[in-house]
């Protein structure tokens, strides 16, 4: 899947006139290095895929504050009494608290569909400047205080070596009685362990995962069991319809770079420290 594996070498010996890569889809951190140290320039479609993957996180975190998750299963159980008032217990969407883990483009979209709604933004990310923060309307803060204080929790963290294992006991711990983490960012962030434990201590407590590791689920992996995990099969992202978007951007990107205008998609060095 994605891109064939080149090394600098084999780039230099079978493709020494490329010049520039447009990448019709998201993240470039597997194979980018070796074409830029071949000098090549990597552009990517990743601001057109952080589209529907921004727009699948913001429903699921309004779905998430007014309990749907947890009070449509109870219905469907037949428990409509026990379902009200479960939904009972979630903020709704006035003044509710979301913690936002990683403002790269896609956290950053989230925030912004989340705008239109009157609720309290926190967010995790070292490299998002006071200012910018400020300008957003959200409030930067640790991991602790957001596992901790926040309704609804959700993980846009670049996959980076540094942040495999990231979200660990010590923050699902902290989850509120009837929060909800959801993670469409990379399972390998999570320590899947520690999150299965803190959901089977607290019930009440809910976690969609889009994204897990491994993926597929292992056959014997509790997040198959437990009722208060929401698996879906890493369906954030582009699909269908979705696709026609990237490519699209990589096509005015192509126009860009004929015409010799600056690029809007570029990937440099020092992004991949820091990006998906």
Not at 90 to 98: C, E, K, L, T
Request: net charge negative.
């Amino acid at each position: 899947m994605g891109i064939p594996p080149f090394s600098t070498e084999m780039l230099h010996r079978y493709m020494p006139n490329l010049n520039v890569l447009f990448y019709a889809a998201g993240s470039v951190q597997r194979f980018a290095r070796d074409f830029m140290e071949a000098n090549v320039t990597v552009v990517s479609a990743w601001g057109a895929n952080s589209v529907p993957v921004a727009e699948f996180t913001a429903a699921q975190i309004l779905l998430a504050n007014k309990g749907f998750l947890s009070s449509s299963r109870l219905y469907k159980k037949g428990d409509f009494r026990g379902a009200k008032q479960v939904a009972g217990q979630y903020p709704g969407n006035y003044g509710a608290r979301v913690g936002i883990l990683g403002a790269g483009m896609i956290g950053r979209k989230v925030i912004e569909l989340l705008g239109r709604h009157e609720l309290a933004v926190d967010v995790f990310d070292p490299f998002l400047p006071d200012e910018t923060a400020a300008r957003m309307g959200v409030r930067k803060t640790d991991l602790i205080d957001i596992f901790t204080n926040c309704d609804t929790i959700s993980n846009h963290l670049a996959n980076l070596p540094a942040t495999q294992g990231m979200l660990h006991k010590d923050h699902f711990n902290r989850m509120k009685p009837y929060a909800t983490f959801i993670n469409t960012g990379r399972g390998a962030q999570v320590v899947e362990a520690d999150l299965i434990r803190a959901l089977k201590e607290v019930p009440t407590r809910t976690a969609l995962l889009d994204v897990t590791y491994p993926e597929p689920v292992v056959a014997d992996s509790e997040l198959l069991l437990l009722d208060n995990v929401i698996l879906t099969p890493h369906i954030a992202g582009s699909m269908n319809l979705e696709v026609a978007r990237m490519g699209s951007f990589m096509v005015e990107e192509c126009e860009r770079y004929l015409n010799g205008e600056a690029l809007k998609y570029q990937v440099t060095p020092e992004m991949l420290a820091t990006m998906a």
